[in-house]
């Protein structure tokens, strides 16, 4: 970057948005590595409903699943910035990969890196950031997403030196590959002498007995992601497996979600752009009424307007990302990207196949994954209408 | 083991390439620069060599000044160090001063192998690495797609129309290799990290002894005399399928040298 000198006097750098050479060097890494590699895959992934353990592998080669950790936990000694620009590029061309590497890093490996002990951390963090095993968070339950602490059943009884575990979660990402081997799980541990449940965090070593994932459930979008619901009967693990305080649970959690916030967001940025890619290609290519659709202003007012949407989005969860990477609180600037972003990324992927036609319908072409798999941005990580009461949270509503 | 990749810059083959009208040479400013994907192969074949024998790799690169960026990408990859001949004298070389400037850089940092693409997307003479071997009284195994080392004698696969040659020579020598020979890899973040503290040894042609009036577009052996831009693809040839679709697909496809 150049120095902070204007006409020879040293100036303050008052902002500055652009990526520094190692990250914009990740980023085309990246977006090579989608474009090559997963592109020609992902219409007959999506068709299949396949697990892509082959482009795992090859993501975790690259180091991708290790971005954010440092190197003595077998990382790459970047941070999760790094992770985001890497979601977002992969979401440029596949949702289904971009969540299955978001989910793995920032719900799968984040909290045992954040909240673990040494011991816990020297386990767990080499194998999950290789990407050789996948990591799972189990939050949601069939009662509540949204309101978790109210919905929350599942229940965890300290016995002999173990946790007895009991209950269902619903929706977990990641959670029944062949290669998932951990499966943090919330559960109440009891009460708080102010009559409050007490929520921990218990890390579930699979497969394993008591454990056991339902089949995958028929989704709208996102096919080549594992989704599964989760079933825990009577299963033991040792009492040293509790992630983070006893109660501290839910607390912990939430803020894990503030980071995965951004990196849903950066998702979202992704498809977002790459409806727009598609859609200046197609529109240069497709002849109505003897010129390019993209002659038309009708259509490309359109695509100006998703360039608008997509560079808006992309500052706000960069805004957030350089909070975050400052350390400071920016509950608010993820809580708005994310809102923000996930919209934009739904509103794209319209306009998108309506610029392709009767095409934008058809399966194979990338819009029409990229509107079936746009929608679930809106309620995963946080719905809307839970970032807006954050949002007005925020601002003292 | 002493292994040498040599690396080039050449225009992104995603964009659109054009030649400059004042001095006939290709516009390498306008439009962003890749590593030549032949060379990639090549990178990777001389990481692989290393994993397998020790040594250390050196990218060598001739080319201006943004070439550093395919130079840093050769790092990240897993390469040691560079060099880098960047000079204005060289602008517009032919193939025949290039490989007469690099072979002179060869002398001076020695070498067991040197490894390269066997031609570059840009100007696909595809005569480099003969050239080199001669001018360093080396042997050359072209065309290669696949290479195995073993103490002092390289052994390689030099695909032909008809399959394959088995090549041996001894050390030191010159490779040139075809893809799939191998799956390049891709950078991770840890390598572009490394790669920005590894060494990168810029040369001017006085540093490799290279006389600069055997080098640069006055003195270069061939001319461009003209260019036009390249007709539009031509319409390909429908096979109706009139009961011997597949004999005329067939027929086509021999034609075309494929079966
Ligand atoms: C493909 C997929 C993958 C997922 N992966 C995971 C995972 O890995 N781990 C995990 O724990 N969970 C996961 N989830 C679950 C996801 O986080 C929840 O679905 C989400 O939080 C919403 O919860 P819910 O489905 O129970 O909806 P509900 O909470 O029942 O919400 C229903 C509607 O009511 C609205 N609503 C609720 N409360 C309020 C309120 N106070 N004010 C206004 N509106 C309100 C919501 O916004 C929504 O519109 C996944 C879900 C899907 C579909």
Redesign the interface.
């Known amino acids: 970057m150049d120095g902070p000198f204007i006409g020879g006097r040293e100036v303050t750098v008052v902002l500055d948005y652009r990526l520094d050479e190692e990250r914009e060097a990740l980023r085309k890494t990246v977006e090579q590595f989608a474009r090559e590699v997963v592109a020609p895959r992902a219409a007959e992934l999506d068709e299949s409903g396949e697990f892509p353990y082959d482009l795992v592998a090859q993501m975790g080669g690259m180091g991708l699943f290790g971005l954010p950790f440092p190197e003595e936990y077998g990382g790459m000694g970047g941070d999760y910035f790094a992770l985001c620009l890497a979601i977002e590029e992969l979401a440029r061309i596949d949702s289904s990969v971009a969540i299955t590497l978001e989910a793995a890093v920032s719900l799968g490996a984040m909290p045992i890196y954040r909240y673990g002990t040494e011991e816990q951390k020297r386990e767990w963090l080499p194998r999950l950031a290789s990407g050789e095993a996948l990591g799972a968070f189990g939050l949601t339950e069939p009662g509540g997403g949204s309101d978790v602490a109210g919905g929350m059943r599942t229940r965890a009884e300290l016995r002999g030196g173990e946790w007895v575990i009991n209950g269902t979660k619903s929706f977990i990402t990641n959670a029944g590959t062949d290669i998932t081997q951990l499966v943090t799980v919330t559960a109440l541990t009891g009460e708080l002498s102010s009559g409050e449940r007490e929520i921990s965090a218990i890390m579930v070593p699979v497969p394993r007995s008591g454990f056991s994932v339902a089949k995958k459930y028929s989704k709208v979008g996102w096919h080549a992601s594992d989704t599964r619901e989760i079933t825990l009967t009577d299963c033991r693990v040792p009492e040293e497996n509790l992630l983070g305080g006893r109660g501290r649970g839910y607390a912990q959690f939430l803020s894990t979600l503030d980071e995965g916030r951004i990196a849903i967001a950066a998702l979202a940025v992704g498809l977002a752009q790459g409806c727009l890619d598609e859609s200046i290609k197609y529109a240069k290519q497709r002849q109505a009424f003897g010129q390019p659709i993209a002659d038309f202003q009708a259509i490309a007012f359109k695509i100006a307007d998703m360039e608008v949407r997509t560079h808006t989005a992309r500052l706000a969860y960069y805004r957030a990302a350089e909070k975050m990477l400052r350390g400071e609180p920016m509950k608010r600037e993820a809580a708005i990207a994310k809102l923000y972003s996930s919209e934009i990324a739904v509103t794209n992927a319209r306009e998108a196949t309506q610029i392709h036609g009767g095409y934008g319908f058809m399966n194979e072409f990338p819009v029409a994954r990229h509107w079936r798999d746009a929608k679930i941005l809106e309620i995963g990580e946080g719905t809307s209408e839970v970032q807006r009461i954050l949002i007005a949270r925020e601002l003292g509503l | 083991m002493n292994i040498v990749v040599c690396v080039k810059q050449v225009p992104d083959t995603w964009a659109e390439r054009k030649l400059r009208s004042e001095d006939k040479t290709l516009d390498r400013e306008s439009v962003d620069g890749v590593i030549n994907e032949l060379d990639e192969y090549a990178i990777e074949e001389s990481l692989r060599i290393k994993e397998a024998h020790d040594g250390e790799v050196t990218v060598l690169t001739m080319g201006p000044e943004k070439a550093a960026e395919s130079i840093?990408?050769a790092l990240?990859m897993g390469a040691d160090k560079a060099v880098h001949l960047v000079d204005d004298a060289l602008h517009g070389s032919d193939v025949l001063q290039t490989s007469y400037a690099m072979a002179q850089v060869l002398r001076k940092i020695g070498f067991d192998v040197v490894i390269l693409g066997s031609e570059s997307t840009d100007a696909r003479m595809g005569a480099l690495a003969a050239m080199l071997a001669e001018r360093l009284g080396v042997a050359q195994l072209s065309l290669a797609n696949k290479v195995e080392i073993d103490g002092g004698t390289i052994r390689t696969q030099r695909v032909a129309d008809y399959g394959f040659d088995r090549v041996e020579a001894s050390l030191p020598a010159v490779v040139s290799v075809v893809e799939k020979i191998n799956e390049p890899?891709?950078?991770?973040?840890?390598g572009?990290?490394a790669a920005?503290k590894k060494p990168v040894d810029k040369l001017g042609v006085a540093d490799a002894d290279i006389d600069a009036a055997k080098v640069g577009l006055t003195g270069a052996a061939t001319e461009v005399v003209d260019f036009v831009a390249a007709p539009p693809r031509e319409k390909g040839t429908i096979v109706k399928d009139e009961g011997d679709g597949g004999q005329k697909v067939a027929e086509f496809l021999a034609s075309k040298k494929f079966i």
């Open positions: 840093r990408k990240s890899r891709y950078p991770s973040f840890k572009i990290m920005k």
